[in-house]
């Protein structure tokens, strides 16, 4: 029997691996980062030496709970974790400690916006489990690097509520944005925080039951995520809609072929074997603990914008592209000083700019919140004019500095001198006497022209508002 | 043979104390023991007499320099399943051939700060699956009683070289009663703390619910002593307990009157030997002579302690031996896939009593059988435990045998895992309940084989087991009694 392809609508969930920003793993004292040479952040522990054992570190409960809270989740104030056995190199202990039937946080969900369609996705549960270590193969053998093994690792499973591709990538994107302003993931995509699982099936619109799920395995970019959906929900309506029987199964993505491919069927998946671990204790957090953990919550992006707006003017569009990027919005937030609303400016059109064209990070951001803040009251004070701050902009952001500084040091200072600018002024009314005429005579453009001319004689440094001043004083007066 | 290797921890103390010897001189005198008996007994696996020397010239220098303490100088054999930082950890197991702990155990830490000297590592069934120690697969060890027969198991090389005079004191493990049945079949004392009174971290895991260190001495005041030193919370084992560590010494007052032994007959009901009863029931009827009172309770359960054991116990070992892969440390065989690496390595590495184990394990926890075996066992596992709770309520020790039989002959169980498997039956309660117990020698079969008796109490009430055991010891001559090693060198 085969159904009409049209038909068919694809269901989806992702499963998101999050690693902690905590400063220490999950069960033993070795520091997270990602830096360090192979092998040098490891211990009995986290390489599942004979006798050693696992405690748990409360800052990585706080940091799951704390993501729980930001996305809605009911916190269980008894949870516990398993071991999850199959047998995998890169895992020291051959089992990996997981939360398998009593996770720290249920329910709850995410709110996205695609196409000015706004939908709330469910999220299932998040629980904390360990990462595992790193495999490189090298010619004719193999190395593990253990310093990633024990990273705690938050894995956040949504329903299956997404529709398709771009609903995953809105999704990823948002969830991204909370954790970030939550503080508990460096969200460093490159360097492996968020890898994301998709599960995805298609059967016919309004079916009882689902369709045969295909599992994609280790996403590591939303991008792939997006590509990967495409491709695979087009490869099951075209199977499906042929009649073909499709099998459950787990798939990667070739991301250069840009294909998925079968890696096993469901017939040699893992027995996992899940048994609550007996080296650890039950987590229990009091009403107090969770309380106080709510209490700490940070401004999410929504309440932000509307502050912004509030408490610094700005438009309501403004604030919400700076509120998209926690980085960005910290960064505004630094330099506001007395002038928000030119800070909003400048963020907007030449840090957002500059971000755009290079690969750098708002956290890396070459000018200092102060700096720009100090060039802003320098426009402020009749200093600069904004071409000129431009300038100083360009030259704060190749070769570091203070903006008075480099003003003084190249003479950018804006000509505010009376008389100076006078000079200009009845040098070039001087010499253009036609357009001192059509001026005259009622022609409004022409003032422009003599203005650009005043501009170019003081090199750009005239102060514009009091060139306009004085021009429109002496032509006034024949 | 130097008069110093039959001493007790507390009288080598003294002789310290007044100078008549040094920690060096019991190190010479029992290294000379090991080289005399050990090449018959082969309770060891592993002797480092010039480490051990070094450390007891240490220990000799902190007394020069005023200090004093229980195990001060005092040598103490290791089981070779407790990491000791720089020494081997086999496991008595070929597949953890050339592993060196790069850490000490919390239990061993302590040792080394009281003073004591880490010298040797003991015998033991391969990872502590076993209970006639002839699943090690680096030596069989021989009972000092009769070297035709087993010293029990796992901590058998520690019993035995107790019971041999080549060790004064030593530390092992009990998760079925490996510490208690081994001090039973070699006539020395056996103590099994609460769980979670003493670290399990570098204690390799066999099961670790159930796993517990314990000590194996020659009297009930060493048994104290030294677990007085390794007891405590430590926070890099979750699963011990924040409790107050009494003065286990304090307990030792010789006095019973008014202290209520419970009898449980169903604990002789389970095909023990006339005569291992005969004594058991003596020493209890001892007791009385001391001024005990015998409370008759009941322990309705008991018999699913040993299923419930053989599903809990093998599933946690199903996981808890999966680290060892060959990857990290171990004898590696090398394959060209790392999967088929591990599958030789473990294949290559274990012994039939831990694949069998292994196997059972992984069995009882796999989709579809989970709910009928580990869930099930679980539930029995609290039956047991109410049934501790209604016995202590009634009593505040109870008597049983340790083992239905006195040691039995070597190869004579090897090929039937269940009538050894059975064997645990009195021992494996207190462990499925997280209690203390406790061996002391109560006789003699008609062959000259050591009996015990066991005491149980409640996980932290070892000070009861240990006042009762005194008691008994105190007042009794078995304990005294040392076995003829035939062919030993003088
Ligand atoms: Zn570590």
Redesign the interface.
Known sequence: MSISASKLVPTIGLETHVQLNTNTKIWCGCAVRSDAPPNTLVC?VC??????????NREAVRKTVMTGLLLGCEIAQVSKHD?K?Y?Y?DM????QITQYDQPLCLGGGIEIEVNGVKRFIRINRIHLEEDVGK?THLRGA?G?D?NRAGTPLMEIVTEPDLHNEDEAFAYLTALKRILQYGGVSDCNLEEGNIRCDINVSVAEAGADVLGVKAEIKNMNTFRGVHRALAYEVRRQIKAVGAGERLVQETRRWDDEQGVTRSMRTKEDAH?Y???PD????RIRLTEAEIEGWRAELPELPAKRQARFVEEYGLSDYDAGVLVADKGIADYFEAAAGKNPKAAANWVMTEVMRVLSESDLEIGDFPVPTAGLSALIALVDKGTLNSTKAKEVFAVMLKEGGDPAKIVEARGMAQVSDTGAIEGFVNEVIDENGKVVDDYRSGKESALQFLMGQVMKKSRGKANPPMVLDLLKQKLAKP | MSELVKKSVGELQGLMVSGACSSRDVVSALAARIEAVDPLVKAYVEVNVEDALAQADAADRRRAAGEKGALLGIPVAIKD???VKGQS?R?ASKL?EG?VS??D?TCVAKLREAGAVLFGRVNMDEFAMGASTENSALAVTRNPWDLDRVPGGSSGGSAAAVAADSAVVSLGSDTGGSVRQPAAFCGCVGLKPGYGRVS??????F???LDQVGVLSKSVADAASTLQVIAGHD?????SARVAVPDFGAALTGEVKGMRIGLAEEFFGVGVDPEVEAAVRAAVDHLVSLGAEVVPVSFPHLKYAVPAYYIIAP??A??NL????G???GARRDAED??E??RRTREAGFGPEVKRRILLG?YV???GY?DAY?VKALKARALIQRDFGTVFAQCDVLATPVAPTAAFRIGEEVDDPLTMYKGDICTIPTNLAGGSGLSVPCGFTSGGLPVGLQLLAPAFDEVSLLRAGHAFESTTEWHTRKPVIEGARA
């Open positions: 009995p390489l599942g030496y004979p006798g050693s054992l696992p405690v748990l071991r056995s047998f190199p020291p202990k051959n089992y495999s193999s593990i253990y027995d074997r899940y048994f007996p080296d650890l204790a | 399943l407790l990491n950890c496991c953890l592993y790069p850490y155990a399990r971290f570098g204690l390799t895991a099961a670790s619910s926070a890099r084992d979750t699963t599933a946690e199903s996981a999966a680290r060892f892969d990857v990290r440390y790392p999967v690496l591990m992984t926890l796999s989709s989970y580990y």
